[in-house]
Structures are given as structure tokens and as C-alpha cells.
């Protein structure tokens, strides 16, 4: 059964809204005037940094529509992440890419622009992954809708899922439709006491078997691995697999997510993307590893050319997460074809240039 949750704005107030923002926006573009798209700011530290007018999207806010028998929400993208994590709470189901949050304010809308997964991203996807469809607004003022609100509605389909981690340089989002799962029948998480190298061994040949992995973690000589699905099947591997079972785990991941894990309060935090079965980074510092050592988490003074080489000759990426002096890039170079084949996203979208300008890179 399906049914609509009406929160916030009526029709007609949020109508007016979106007209707001695109003549806002067409007069920006008309003046070649930065705007600068803010939700919560929960994440305003991630990428480079933004100037202009704000756009305040907090305001286009509350779930349009929800069916759990269908597993699809629709939420306006000022909608807290929290309100819609309760709301699957009630009906046991959930958001698997299981975003962070890094405040109490944490919008769906900044989540999507954002990109980011949590720890179950590795064995259930990503953020873009689960983007059904998206109605946005352009750099030339004007509402479009991609995708839709069923996995088999293709039309836009990829489109819509270009706004995954496109941290508002594309369009300013109204609303997303996102694909939801139900929760675990059961979760146990276990501790295994191994050297990095063990580790990281373990965790690529466990996730070659059907073992009911959710998240993985690494540090300091612990492997920390909980288990998610039927209760039979994750009984199951905890027998085969032995370990220790942590009692609060729920606690233990949160501060993962969030990153309120004691090994975060680093100032300066690099994340690599390698490929999973890639040795140790050799490069000084300390570091966590997650999504069964395709994640590496740095805290190093290393400079950045030293850390992006080390990485690339892994076959990674490293990306200046957070640090107390701003980057002038914090995401790693892009090749001359990728970084072609923004510029031309960029243009399409956004042709005067005014949507959070090089908030990516310095050339859009």
C-alpha cells in the first residue's frame, strides 16, 4: 500500500518557491553572478571552497511521497536526513548506501550532491547506485525533471545519477526519488586481532564468498566485520568465521559513519580510493581502511604530491577530505579526457558558469 506523507510547504507555497529559484537564477545567469547552493553546510568543508549569493535550499523541505511495498521515497531535497531515516525506521527498511550525516542538519539534498556512502556502501552500493530520479533546477533557471520513481523507468535514468557527487555544480536540486531496502533480519559484528597485511587479505577473500558481509574496518591491528541477513545465515558464518563478538557495534559504526572514531580527529585527512587487493600506502601516517580495502583513510603531514603519487601508483586516487589550510585542488587531477567531459557537463548545465563555481575543480 502506498501512501503521501505531507509535510512543510502546501502545493501551491512550494510552487512559488521553485519560481523564486529560477528567476533567481535566471537573473545570476543574466549577470554572470556566482550562486552559492547551501543546505545545512554540514558538509562545506568537503572540496573547494564556494563564494556568491546563497541559494538556501533548506526551505524545499518534507517527503512527497513514501511506499514502503514498493521500496521508493520521494523527498524535497531540503528534507533532513534524519526525518527520512525515521521514517523507514517505522517500516523496517532503510537507506543502504547508509550516508553520513557530519551534523544534526544533514539534508537528503546534500547528501545526493555530496556523494558519499557509509561503511555498507562496499557490499550494497553507492549513493548513486539507488537515484531513481531528480527534479532540479539548471544554470539557465529553468525546472527539469530525469528519471522517475520505478527502477524500470530508464528515461534519464543516467542523468539523474550525474548529480551524485556533483556538489551543486549541475543544478540545484528540488526533489529525489531514491530506491530503499529493508533492514537485516539480524546484525552481529565480530573483532579479529591480524596485521594489516592479514587483513587485508582476509577481507577480499571473505567478500569472494557468501558471507552476509555489511562493513568492514581496519586499524590498528583489529579487523572489525559485521555480518547483515537472515539470522540463520549470519549464525552461520559466525561459526565459520570465529572471532569476537563486539557488543556495541551499533555505537562502534555510528563513529565510523560520522567519523567521531578517535582515529579522525586528525586535522589534515586524505582518502584514498584503491583497489581493494592493493598493498599498504607507503607513505608516513596513520590509516584506517574500510569497504574491504578499497577505502584507506590517511592521517599524514606528507605533502600532497607525494601522498597523490604513492596513490596512483597503487592504481588510486587521493583526495584532501579535510585539512586546516585550504587546497587549491583537493580531489585528485583529473586525465585531459575526464577532465573534458566535465567541462562539457558543465557547460550543458550550467553555461554562464554560476552554480557553486569551482567548488570542484578550479576549471568549473
Given amino acids: 500500500m502506498s501512501f503521501v506523507v505531507n509535510y512543510g510547504f502546501k502545493v501551491k507555497a512550494m510552487q512559488d518557491t521553485i519560481e523564486q529559484f529560477s528567476q533567481t537564477v535566471r537573473e545570476a545567469g543574466h549577470d554572470r553572478r556566482p550562486l552559492r547552493i547551501l543546505g545545512s553546510g554540514s558538509k562545506s568543508f568537503y572540496g573547494r571552497p564556494t563564494h556568491g549569493e546563497t541559494l538556501d535550499a533548506t526551505v524545499c523541505r518534507g517527503i512527497v511521497s513514501y511506499e514502503p511495498t514498493e521500496l521508493v521515497l520521494t523527498a524535497r531535497a531540503g528534507t533532513p536526513l534524519a526525518e527520512i531515516e525515521a521514517a523507514l525506521a517505522a517500516n523496517r527498511q532503510m537507506l543502504p548506501f547508509e550516508p553520513p ?51 524500470k523507468n ?96 551499533d555505537s562502534f559504526w555510528h563513529s565510523v559513519r560520522e567519523q567521531r572514531h578517535p ?39 606528507a605533502d600532497a604530491t607525494t601522498i597523490r603519487q ?11 577530505f579535510r585539512s586546516p589550510e585550504p587546497s587549491a585542488e583537493p580531489f585528485h587531477p583529473l586525465s585531459a579526457p575526464l577532465l573534458e567531459l566535465h567541462q562539457r557537463l558543465k557547460q550543458t548545465f550550467d553555461p554562464h558558469g554560476i552554480l557553486n563555481p569551482g567548488r570542484m575543480h578550479q576549471a568549473f
Fill in 101 to 151: 550525516h557530519f551534523g544534526p542538519g544533514a539534508t537528503l539534498g546534500g547528501c545526493v550532491a555530496a556523494g558519499l556512502s557509509g561503511p555498507r556502501r562496499a557490499y550494497a552500493g553507492a549513493v548513486r547506485d539507488y537515484v531513481l530520479g531528480v527534479r532540479m533546477i539548471d544554470g539557465k533557471g529553468e525546472v527539469l525533471r530525469f528519471g522517475g520513481q520505478v527502477m
Fill in 263 to 301: 582515529f579522525f580527529h586528525a586535522e589534515t585527512l586524505w582518502r584514498l580510493s584503491l583497489p581493494s587487493t592493493a598493498p599498504a600506502i607507503a607513505v608516513p601516517g596513520r590509516q584506517l581502511v574500510e569497504w574491504g580495502g578499497a577505502l584507506r583513510w590517511l592521517a599524514s603531514d
Fill in 310 to 320: 604513492a596513490a596512483a601508483a597503487l592504481g588510486g586516487q587521493a583526495t584532501l
Fill in 154 to 249: 530508464v528515461a534519464g535514468y543516467d542523468v539523474s545519477r550525474l548529480m551524485a557527487g556533483s556538489l551543486g555544480t549541475l543544478g540545484l536540486l528540488l526533489e529525489v526519488s531514491l530506491k530503499i531496502l529493508p533492514l537485516p533480519a539480524e546484525e552481529l559484528t565480530l573483532r579479529f586481532g591480524m596485521a594489516e597485511r592479514e587483513a587485508l587479505e582476509a577481507m577480499n577473500r571473505w567478500a569472494a564468498q557468501p558471507l552476509s558481509l555489511s562493513a568492514t574496518c581496519y586499524h590498528e591491528g583489529a579487523l572489525t566485520v559485521r555480518l547483515s541477513g537472515a539470522s540463520a545465515a549470519v549464525r552461520s558464518v559466525r561459526q565459520k568465521l570465529g572471532g569476537e563478538i563486539v557488543e556495541d557495534a
